[in-house]
């Protein structure tokens, strides 16, 4: 009789613990965990992007150390739920794995051991115990109790086993009072799932599991990572994205297009009516810097408003709950503003795609469009733009301001010499590269470009302002509350603006070189647009026009395969090679019976070559190959004429 088995329950949940959960969840909850605690506790400030080169940069790399280094950071419901469950996990993994080292073995027929008395008792203590435990589990004593009623069967077999001579010699034999067993068999469930007062407990835990967590974990696994695409980013947020880009967007309307994002649209719903109230406070200031709203969903408006706060540099009217709200918002903002990006290279509209990177740019340095380039310098302000863009070596661009020598830079008369060193800085800090283009076709002997060639057009991108071997870091963007990495968008479109290829290059090395591979248009000359724009920094763009001339593919000489390709194409296939070793008997008989016709027929004619033979068995062998195939399907494509006429 089967029998339910602790040790062989200890077996299989550490078996289904170790195979399922330790390498796919414990392994990898532990490793994020570990990570929590080493950012929080042990990571130093150049990791957590906490460096402050400038002393602008000083209160912001103060804030991300609040946020991102101590315990105070481990304290998300989240975090603490994970680590809540892995500790309990752990804990089951452990528990199974000492159950099994303490009780290792399945069990197996022990009669001393059912009967619990050591092997070398005598028969009277056999005796003894045997009647101790048969009245103990007697079914008339435990009815309706399974678990007694095997309990009891155990016994009276041990029993046998230690009794009678013959029961004796099959134990001592073969393990087991019955004889030789094919296979000995247990149930690798716990034993307590049989006690009869566990059966309601057992019940209730089966629907709480099997029709409750189970069913609940799968729906909200599913229904969350449903929601999200490429990026992270929420499908909502590409179909609203979809929507409102064109080809006529205008960077004025971008901050109302991002703030209807999905991530943003439970965050920014205002429940209270001081929220509305401060809303509408901040809007009358942002008003003047706003295009006119095309949305007035109180989350939209919300978002657009705080948004203009930030990029007009006014977010010293908001409350700490906007500020927070605003960041949120300034945390997904480069991730969505690059799904901007994706959808206007999925409508092939370089215009929008090109202001949607502009936009990037803006929020990186918290500006708005009518603000001067130069007041991404640190301490400046609308006063030392004035004196720095008027009068003599007055330049208005922040490419020319880095390019002048530091006794030469305007608008520093107010500054301290710290202040004048954070400039200084700055302008090393700040891009200065040179964009090369070149446009070629791979593994080709000159220089021209014929119809359908596949054509590269080779970016390369040089940092100036490093060493070799230096790369670039963080960018200079002490407004922005979150660390960002350099990087640039190479955009290669035609002159009706629409998108040839549009990447975003992030590699930090001092010379970066980008490909872009596309076929060459038809016979003629044609003039593309290359557009190099920063990811972070305004006034740095670069544009150039790439010329292309294609000629006539069929002034091309003919291309001849060599003779030794040509025999390679007449190889048989390994499928050929099958059937002919198939049909090899049918054909040798057919081939002996037209031999003489053959023979009469071709006198006179000339004897073939070596190759021209091999060639013909090829054909021939193909010919019976296809006919064995083809006679199988006679009857159905028969059948489905007959239907065809039928109709």
Not at 55 to 81: I, Q
Not at 307 to 316: E, G, I, K
Not at 534 to 557: H, I, M, Q
């Amino acid at each position: 009789m089967l029998q339910y088995d602790d040790s062989a329950a200890a077996f299989v949940a550490l078996s289904f613990v170790t195979i399922y959960i330790v390498p796919c969840k414990l392994f990898m909850a532990w490793y994020n965990i570990l990570n929590k605690f080493k950012v929080a506790l042990f990571s130093s400030d150049e990791e957590i992007g906490a460096i402050s080169r400038t002393t602008a940069e000083k209160e912001k790399a103060a804030k991300l150390k609040k946020t991102s280094k101590g315990l105070k950071t481990l304290n998300s419901p989240w975090f603490l739920a994970n680590l809540v469950i892995t500790i309990i996990l752990t804990a089951l993994f452990v528990w199974l794995l000492m159950s099994v080292q303490s009780d290792g073995e399945v069990n197996s027929f022990d009669p001393f051991h059912i009967l619990d008395v050591d092997s070398g008792a005598d028969m009277k203590e056999i005796k003894k115990a045997y009647k101790k435990m048969s009245l103990k589990f007697h079914p008339d004593k435990n009815p309706n109790n399974p678990q007694a009623e095997a309990t009891f069967m155990m016994v009276a077999k041990a029993y046998e086993a230690l009794t009678d001579p013959t029961a004796k010699e099959n134990y001592e034999k073969y393990g087991n009072p019955d004889g030789k067993q094919s296979l000995a068999v247990s149930i690798g469930l716990p034993e307590f799932l049989l006690n009869v007062d566990n059966r309601n407990f057992v019940l209730l835990s089966y629907l709480i599991i099997m029709v409750g967590l189970i069913p609940m974990a799968v729906w909200s696994y599913y229904s969350n990572s449903s929601k999200f695409g490429e990026k992270d980013v929420m499908y909502d947020s590409y179909a609203w994205f979809h929507h409102n880009l064109n080809e006529h967007i205008l960077i004025k309307s971008l901050p109302e297009v991002l703030s209807g994002s999905a991530e943003f649209r439970e965050r920014n719903m205002t429940k209270t009516a001081e929220g509305k109230q401060e809303i509408g406070k901040i809007l009358v200031k942002t008003k003047p810097h706003m295009q006119k709203p095309n949305f007035q969903h109180p989350v939209v408006l919300k978002g657009n408003v705080l948004l203009h706060a930030f990029l007009t540099r006014q977010t010293d009217v908001l409350s700490e709950a906007s500020q927070e709200d605003l960041n949120f918002m300034l945390r997904y903002s480069s991730s969505l503003i690059d799904a901007m990006i994706s959808v206007c290279k999925h409508q092939e509209s370089l215009s929008a795609a090109l202001n949607c990177i502009k936009f990037g740019q803006y929020v990186a340095q918290g500006m708005w469009l009518k603000d001067s380039e130069l007041l991404q310098l640190p301490h400046f302000t609308a006063d030392e733009v004035a004196h720095a863009t008027k009068g003599k070596n007055g330049v208005k661009t922040i490419k020319d301001y880095v390019a002048l020598d530091n006794d030469s830079k305007k608008g520093l008369a107010d500054f301290s010499d710290a202040q004048k060193e954070d400039i200084f800085k700055t302008c090393k800090l700040l891009p200065d590269v040179t964009i090369e283009s070149k446009v070629f076709v791979d593994d080709d002997e000159d220089d021209k470009v014929y119809e359908g060639d596949l054509c590269t057009v080779l970016v390369t991108i040089t940092r100036n302002n490093l060493e070799d071997g230096e790369k670039a870091g963080l960018v200079h963007a002490p407004r922005f509350p979150f660390p960002k990495r350099e990087a640039w968008w190479v955009a290669l479109g035609t002159t009706q603006g629409k998108i040839i290829s549009i990447d975003k290059v992030t590699s930090p090395n001092k010379v970066v070189e980008h490909k872009i591979k596309f076929l060459a248009p038809k016979t003629g000359t044609y003039e593309f647009e290359l557009h190099v724009l920063s990811n972070a920094y305004v006034g740095f763009d670069f544009k150039d026009t790439v010329e292309l001339k294609t000629l006539d593919a069929s002034v091309l000489p003919e291309y001849r395969i060599h003779p030794d390709d040509a025999e390679l194409d007449d190889e048989p296939t390994l499928f050929e090679e099958m059937m002919n070793a198939n049909i090899e008997d049918d054909s040798d008989s057919d081939e002996e019976d037209s031999d003489s016709d053959d023979e009469s027929e071709e006198e006179g004619i000339r004897e073939l070559t070596a190759a021209e033979r091999k060639k013909q068995e090829l054909l021939n062998a193909r010919k019976k190959a296809a006919s064995a195939a083809g006679d199988d399907s006679d009857s159905d494509d028969d059948s489905d004429v007959e239907e065809v006429h039928a109709d």
